[in-house]
Every structure is written in structure tokens, then in C-alpha cells.
């Protein structure tokens, strides 16, 4: 950006002599433009990565067009080309779109919107992409997605720069029918208006598709990204654990994204809002050069006096009393969003979840108590929804009486001066459409609020589950109590153990569990009997101490209720491995020996396994996986209390004779599992409320 800084400000340079070279005082306009655009550029290169794209349009533009304009003012610009050379205020409006990007750069909402924006247009990854009609090519994503921003920028600017050159076609054409000239009527229409028609519609649908493809480019990473920090280092463990203001995250990761970034079932996302801004801000520009000059057309009402700008001065004024209105009206709008969000979200996670338990509901004859928990979550989902049609019937009421009044409002004014003859039915249309195109730019907020109001809710979630990751990361990265060591054994030394509200649970003093002794761990419920395991397995992050473990090492846990996966039975069984890391033998074989032999023709069978299995199936699949992990160490977490004694007996024999090299090391309640161990440690009271593991020996 310092080497385009370095170029504006030369352009700034020349302008300045042509100035001084023609006697023109106009050019000292885009003179300070320029300066201060070169300084903004400069100062661009620290800037968000998303806005500095714009920035760097906007700023190439500025040189582009301004020497086509030094080109004109000096006569040297082609005279076949006359008709194609951009307005003269082309320069002065792309130097002031690239300040005005570094200035909302600043603006805390804009900051944060980018910065998720940044997430992508900054990434290092590489990705493929095609130009019809070549070939692939693979590229860094971002300079795939930078390109693309870069073309629709460029569409979009075109269209708005046919969109004014119609505006007159509109005028001329408008002349010829009062004129009753019919050569001239016929010429507009064929030469002028229908080869421009075409370009627009054929820009209109590569924008669209190009469009397209950056959304789905950009959301597909973005996914990619959230769901990565969200699995990552156990990160939703962590946050599920703390109770975070990130709540659904599956929606944040589902829809918000989506909707950050298209808007989803709205439309408008970062995006469309972006570039949307950009051809507001182009036509309102373009089109404030166009009112400007036919102000002159129009002296104020009843007099002879002519205000410089009277009708852009007019429309602005109209303009800013409907935004801050508007504003008035509908500021509680975001909040309403994000609670319908939330509430939506928690409904949905409520109805899967009773899908999830519906035996055990009913079982317990829980259809009435879920019947009623139910309905009083949707009735939250009413109320909301009430609160939001209220708010949005007092703001419809007020834009659509705004928008009824303002195609009427420009010919009010112009009215008594076609009447008397003092303007032609042309111009009165093309200060009618230059009039309602500035006021349309002007009231952007109010014609988009609601749409404005949403995203930003969705922004709002974004960030807030960014700052749940973020915590959840820094208590993990905060409790590094693991050193490997050379030795066998796994030692723990000076470990407490805390529950997410800070109270403290288990202190372990030196413990160590040796390497080839089975373990049976016990204590009344609540002891922190699961939690010392999970700091063994790593994944309990409210920790302080030292867990020295073997170099290489490889830890598994099995939980009393173990996660079975949706899908084939082959795939829940190696979980979380892959169907292609093991033979099928293997698999069948670990089957039968975790006493699963019924399923073992069942493999491929796809089902939803966690209803289909019974607690003690699901047990037991736990046993299979870890015949094929073959872990050092397996720790058992109640694994096997869904079991009959004689069939618990018969899977820890299993254990000892297929796993010789394996430490199991479990907890459990019943007497009988002190037979299949040679160590017995049970969670003591300590002082201070907390428990602390003891060996005992066998009564």
C-alpha cells in the first residue's frame, strides 16, 4: 500500500501543475482529495484486510481516472473516445470512497465485523480455482477471493455508471416524446438504450455468479475454521464444562455463519452489505453531481433567488430526519433478534434431545413434563416474535409512509416550473429520478434497518462464541500439568483438581499408578473419582500440579455411557479411527470377543446405534474399541457397570489375556471387581472439603 501511497500523491503533484498550468481552481478540489487520500493509503497499510481491498480500488481508481480527467483538461484525450471518458467527477468520488474506508475502519462494530472477515481474506491456505474457459489453477485462497472481490467491485461500479448514463437516455427520450420527434425517439431507444440494457443484464448475471461462488468459497472455509477452534485442544469440552454465553454452538457454527456472510433467508451479509454500500455511495455521488447542476433549473418557491444545491440540500435534509426517526423507532431491534436466535436454537436442541432420550422418558412417563417444557419454550419463541412484529409494525408504519411520500416529493417541487414552461418534461424526469436515486442513497439505513438490526445480532453471536473459544483455550492452554518422563509409570505430584466454579474437589499429594498393576479406584459419589481421571486422559482443564506420564504413552478412557455415532455399526465400533485402519477380521474378531458376537454380520448396517444398543451393548462396544487401540494404558470409568457380575468377569478376563501389555486401571463400585485388580485406592476425605486418593488394602 506504501508504493500506491507514493503514486497518488505524484498524481496529487501533477494535478496540482495542470491547476496552475490551465488556471483552473476546480482541480485544487481534487488536489486535497488526492493528498488526503495518499496520506489514508499510507496509513491503509495496517488496516483490516477485507476493507484493504476496497482501499486499494478506490485508490488505484483515483489515479486511473484522474489522468483520463488531466487528459481531457489538456486536450489530449481522444475525440472518438469523448463519449467514453468518466464523468469529471469520477476522480473526486473514488478518493473520497477510499478515505471514507480508512475512516470506518475506527468504527468499533466495523473493527469487529472485519475482523471475522479478516479470518479468511488473511489465511495462508491454498485452494483451486477456474476462469472459463482454462483450466484449474490452484492459488492461495485469499488471492482467489481477493480477485473475485476486486471483479465484483468493478461490475458493480459499471452498473451504477449505466444506471447514469440511462438517466439521460431517460431525459432525451422523455424530450423526443413531447417533441413528438420520432426519429429521435426511435434512435434513443435502439442505439442508446437497448446495447446498454444488455451489458447491464449480462453484468447482472456474472456478478451473480461469481457472487455466488465467493459465499460458498467463503463459507466453507469459515466452517472449517470454527468447527476446527471449536473441536480443537478439547476447546468444546471446555466451554461445555463452563457454562459459557455461547450457547448452540452447532447454530452459531450452522447458520451464523451463513448469515455473516450472505445473510441467509435476508440476503444481506458482510458481503452484500459491503458492496451494496459501495453502489449506494457511487450512486449517491454520481447522482448528487447530477441534482446539483439541475438545481440551477430551480430557484427556492416563490422567489428569484438560486441556492447552490438547493434540491441536494433538500433531499438531504428530508433524508436525515427519516434516519434518525427510523433510528428512534427500531434501536431495541438487535436485541430482539439475538434472543429469537438463541430461543429458536435452545427449542430445536430441546426436541432432538427428547428424540435422543425417549426411551427413558418413556420409561418414567415423562410425555407430560416434556409436553409442558416444550410449549413453555415455544411460548418464549411467541413472545419474542410479538415483540418483534410490534417493533416492526411502528417502523413499517413510518418507512412505508416515508416511502409513499418520496417518488411525489420531487415533483411537487419541479411541477410549478414545467407548468410554466420553464423546463421540459425531461428534465422534470430526470431530476425526479436524480432526486429519488440521492434520497434512496441517503435513507439507506432506513430502507435496510431491519436487515441491519439482524445482522447485527448475528455479528453479536459470532463474537461472543470467538470469546467463549478464546476462554476456554486460555484456561486449557493455562493448566499445562503434563511432563513426559523416560519412566514407565504414570506419577501424579501436587495435582489439585477444581470443579468450574472454582471449588476445589481432589488434591493428590504423590501417587503413583505403576505400570502392568491393575487398579480399582473407589469413593462416595461426588469425590472427584471422574474428574482425576479426566486430568489423567487431558482433558479437564481446571488443574495445577504435574501428571508425569511415559514418553509416547498412549492413554485411553472408556466412560460409563460411551458416544456412539450415527451411521454404519463399523464405524461407531472403530470410533474415532477409520473403517480403512483395521481389517474386517480384526473388527469382527473384537466383536465377538467384547461379547458383540449377534452384531458381527451387522457391520455395515447404518442406524441411529446409540437407541438401538442397550447400555450394556454400548459398554461394550467401548471394550471393542479398545481391543483394536490397544492402548498402555486403559483407564474404565464405571465402564462395565451395566453389565451382569458373570458377564463383568468374563470381559476383564477378556481384558488380561488380549491386552498383556495394557494397565487397566478402573473405577467402580462393586465389591466384586477387587478380584479382577492387584491394587485397591479409595477417594478419602481431606480437609477443606476436598478428596484425596489412599491405597488400601484388601479386607
Known amino acids: ?73 489538456e486536450g489530449l484525450w481522444p475525440e472518438s473516445l469523448k463519449d467514453y471518458a468518466p464523468p469529471e467527477t469520477m476522480p473526486l468520488t473514488v478518493a473520497v470512497f477510499s478515505i471514507i474506508v480508512y475512516a470506518i475502519s475506527h468504527i468499533p462494530v466495523v473493527r469487529e465485523m472485519t475482523r471475522i472477515a ?71 431507444l435502439f442505439f442508446v438504450f437497448t446495447p446498454w440494457a444488455f451489458v447491464y443484464v449480462a453484468s447482472v448475471i456474472i456478478e451473480f455468479v461469481l457472487q455466488s461462488m465467493l459465499i460458498i468459497r467463503w463459507r466453507r472455509w469459515l466452517t472449517e475454521h470454527y468447527i476446527g477452534r471449536w473441536l480443537g485442544a478439547h476447546t468444546h469440552y471446555g466451554m461445555a464444562l463452563a457454562g459459557s454465553g455461547a450457547d448452540n454452538p452447532d447454530q452459531r457454527i450452522a447458520e451464523d455463519v451463513n448469515r455473516f456472510i450472505s445473510g441467509g433467508e435476508e440476503g444481506y451479509g458482510v458481503y452484500s452489505y459491503s458492496i451494496l454500500l459501495i453502489a449506494t455511495l457511487s450512486s449517491l455521488v454520481s447522482f448528487a453531481y447530477v441534482l446539483w447542476d439541475l438545481s440551477g433549473n430551480y430557484p427556492l418557491p416563490g422567489t428569484e433567488i438560486y441556492i447552490p444545491g438547493f434540491l441536494f440540500w433538500a433531499v438531504l ?18 436485541g ?67 416511502g409513499q411520500l418520496s417518488p ?36 439507506f439505513f432506513i430502507n435496510y434497518y431491519t436487515s441491519l438490526a439482524n445482522f447485527k445480532s448475528v455479528l453479536d453471536r459470532l463474537s461472543s462464541f470467538d470469546h467463549a473459544i478464546d476462554t476456554a483455550r486460555g484456561q486449557a492452554s493455562a493448566t499445562q500439568i503434563f511432563s513426559p518422563t523416560d519412566g514407565a509409570d504414570i506419577r501424579l505430584r501436587g495435582l489439585t483438581l477444581a470443579l468450574p466454579d472454582g471449588r476445589q474437589i481432589v488434591t493428590v499429594d504423590d501417587l503413583t499408578l505403576a505400570a502392568g498393576q491393575s487398579a480399582l479406584l473407589t469413593g462416595p459419589s461426588g469425590s472427584g473419582k ?39 455399526l463399523a464405524d461407531a465400533i472403530v470410533y474415532p479411527g477409520h473403517v480403512d485402519d483395521y481389517s474386517r477380521a480384526d473388527v469382527q474378531e473384537a466383536l465377538r470377543a467384547a461379547r458383540l458376537a449377534p452384531f458381527v454380520e451387522r457391520l ?20 471393542a474399541r479398545a481391543l483394536l487401540a490397544k492402548p498402555d494404558w486403559l483407564f474404565l470409568d464405571e465402564a462395565t457397570s451395566a453389565l451382569d457380575e458373570q458377564l463383568e468377569e468374563e470381559i476383564y478376563a477378556m481384558l488380561r489375556e488380549r491386552l498383556p501389555g495394557t494397565t487397566i486401571v478402573s473405577i467402580g463400585h462393586r465389591s466384586t471387581l477387587h478380584a ?24
Open 1 to 73: 500500500m506504501q508504493k500506491l501511497s507514493v503514486a497518488v500523491a505524484v498524481f496529487a503533484a501533477l494535478t496540482a501543475l495542470v491547476g496552475v498550468h490551465k488556471g483552473d481552481s476546480s482541480l485544487f478540489v481534487l488536489v486535497a482529495a488526492a493528498a488526503l487520500c495518499a496520506y489514508t493509503t499510507w496509513r491503509a497499510a495496517d488496516m483490516s484486510s477485507f476493507l484493504k481491498i476496497f482501499a486499494f480500488i478506490f485508490s488505484t481508481e483515483t489515479i486511473v481516472f484522474g489522468l483520463v480527467g488531466l487528459a481531457q483538461a
Open 118 to 188: 479478516d479470518l479468511y481474506f488473511s489465511s495462508r491456505d491454498r485452494g483451486e480455482g477456474r476462469v472459463w474457459p482454462f483450466k484449474p489453477f490452484a492459488a492461495r485462497e485469499r488471492a482467489i477471493a481477493i480477485a473475485m472481490v476486486v471483479v465484483l467491485v468493478l461490475l458493480n461500479q459499471g452498473q451504477v455508471g449505466i444506471t447514469v448514463r440511462l438517466s439521460f437516455f431517460n431525459r432525451d427520450w422523455y424530450n423526443a416524446i413531447q417533441e413528438k420527434n420520432a426519429s429521435e425517439f426511435w434512435r434513443q
Open 317 to 334: 435534509i428530508y433524508a436525515a430526519v427519516g434516519t434518525l426517526v427510523t433510528h428512534l423507532i427500531g434501536r431495541t431491534l438487535t
Open 336 to 402: 430482539l433478534y439475538f434472543d429469537r436466535q438463541r430461543r429458536e436454537a435452545d427449542f430445536r436442541f430441546s426436541l432432538a434431545r427428547m428424540r435422543e432420550y425417549s426411551e427413558q422418558i418413556a420409561l418414567l412417563g415423562g410425555e407430560p413434563a416434556e409436553r409442558g417444557a416444550l410449549l413453555r419454550r415455544f411460548a418464549g419463541i411467541i413472545v419474542n416474535y410479538l415483540a418483534i412484529v410490534q417493533k416492526r409494525k411502528q417502523l413499517m408504519v413510518f418507512t412505508s409512509t416515508y
Open 408 to 443: 411525489i416529493i420531487p415533483y411537487v417541487i419541479t411541477a410549478p416550473f414545467y407548468f410554466a414552461g420553464r423546463i421540459t418534461l425531461g428534465v422534470m424526469t430526470q431530476t425526479a429520478s436524480a432526486f429519488g436515486r440521492v434520497e434512496s442513497a441517503l435513507t
Open 530 to 568: 471422574s474428574t482425576l481421571f479426566r486430568a489423567i486422559a487431558g482433558i479437564w482443564p481446571y488443574a495445577s500440579g504435574e501428571v508425569l506420564t511415559p514418553r509416547g504413552a498412549k492413554v485411553m478412557l472408556a466412560p460409563q455411557r460411551p458416544y456412539i455415532p450415527m451411521g454404519a
Open 604 to 623: 455395515d448396517e447404518e442406524n441411529n446405534w446409540g437407541q438401538r444398543l442397550s447400555g450394556g451393548e454400548q459398554q461394550r462396544v467401548a471394550i
Open 676 to 699: 479382577f485388580h492387584d491394587r485397591y485406592i479409595v477417594m478419602e476425605p481431606a480437609p477443606g472439603g476436598v478428596f484425596s486418593p489412599r491405597d488400601k488394602v484388601h479386607a
